[in-house]
């Protein structure tokens, strides 16, 4: 099992392995090209293992901590300073390090 493995599986990796050392490299290049045209900085492990739903919002200094696989789903919103390490329902509320839900909210509605 490859160290990139035994991450998805949640198991002890280490970090400093050449292929996952590498593809950190590779997305601070990229997180350092996005963040220099945008006003609020983002960050993340690798950006490789995050699935992001439709009206997705990240706040002010959101970690995605995403050395396994994550999954935000729509319309959920993170607070300001969160740090996501597993998966958020649609259609919540999360905040905290780590980041948990506090409420559902509600899907909009017509008038």
């Given amino acids: 099992m490859t160290e990139k493995e035994k991450s998805y599986a949640e198991l002890l ?7 996952l050392t590498q593809d950190r490299n590779v997305t601070v290049r990229k997180l350092q090209d996005y963040n220099s045209v945008v006003q609020q ?4 492990t ?3 293992n995050t699935c992001v739903g439709d009206n997705f919002f990240l706040n002010v200094n ?10 935000i789903g729509d319309n959920s919103v993170i607070g300001a ?3 996501v390490t597993k998966d958020i ?3 919540s509320l999360a905040v905290g390090n780590p ?6 909210l509600e899907q ?4």
């Fill in 108 to 111: 909009n509605r017509e008038n």
């Fill in 81 to 83: 300073g969160s740090v």
């Fill in 46 to 48: 690798y950006g490789y």
């Fill in 13 to 19: 990796y280490q970090p400093n392995d050449p292929e």
């Fill in 62 to 71: 959101g970690k995605l901590m995403d050395s396994g696989k994550i999954t």
């Fill in 89 to 91: 329902p649609a259609n």
């Fill in 41 to 44: 900085s983002l960050f993340c």
């Fill in 99 to 104: 980041c948990r839900v506090i409420r559902t």
